[in-house]
């Protein structure tokens, strides 16, 4: 039972839908587009980091909290609509970020407010994961992430889905880590899982569910062409 379990746990955080994100015009404008460059890295290293995989290079955390000092503090609430940045992983993957929509408000500078931040990945073998929230809040001094209010990750391999949901995750730049807030729970082809909380070290690569922690593992289907039909 432990190594199917082990087996589980791979799965669940390995990937989901490939749907992609729509496309967003963003304004030339200088400071628009220093936001657009600022804020989207960040997005994609805090949500992306729900299923332990770096999507960019180890920089652009450092980078991203250095250069926003550079914004103007004495301007009214600074607003982004629609940000969007898409690439490619150390790995060679494709990847895509996006928000609805990201705000900064002066008085609290160092907080950034996002709107429905989702991230997209795929990787090899027809493999592509997904990690969604409704909303978002960028700490740049904690170094932290806070994801709220249905936060998702879908992986898909193949014909093959699964879907966790907890109400709420912590990501942490400075240990690498995201850790669920409230419960966790997730189903697919391949199971069902649930606990009450759930922990990613980014640096090993595994998850770790603690509480309560229920497995069913789903037994294989047969493919029509090995049963002849």
Request: charged share 30%; net charge negative.
């Amino acid at each position: 039972m432990d190594q199917a379990a082990d087996n589980f746990q791979d799965f669940v955080m390995r990937r989901p839908d490939r749907r992609r994100l729509s496309t967003a015009a963003v304004s030339a404008h200088s400071q628009r587009v220093k936001w657009l460059r600022l804020i989207v890295p960040a997005i994609g290293a805090g949500v992306l980091m729900t299923y332990a995989l770096s999507a960019t290079p180890p920089v652009i955390d450092k980078a991203f909290m250095r250069d926003f000092a550079n914004i103007d503090t004495d301007a009214e609430n600074m607003r982004l609509n629609r940000p969007r940045h898409t690439g490619y992983d150390l790995e060679g993957n494709p990847f895509e970020i996006a928000a609805a929509s990201a705000l900064r408000n002066p008085e609290t500078p160092g907080l950034i407010s996002l709107d429905s931040p989702q991230a997209f990945r795929g990787l090899e073998n027809d493999e592509d994961v997904t990690v969604r929230a409704l909303r978002g809040l960028m700490d740049t001094e904690a170094k932290r992430l806070d994801l709220s209010s249905s936060v998702e990750l879908d992986h898909r391999i193949g014909g093959s889905d699964f879907t966790l949901n907890t109400d709420a995750a912590e990501v942490d730049f400075e240990n690498k880590t995201i850790k669920s807030v409230s419960g966790v729970s997730g189903s697919g082809d391949r199971g069902t899982v649930a606990a009450d909380s759930m922990t990613v070290y980014q640096d090993e690569g595994r998850a770790v569910f603690e509480g309560n922690v229920q497995f069913q593992i789903a037994p294989a289907k047969k493919k029509d062409d090995d049963t002849g039909g």
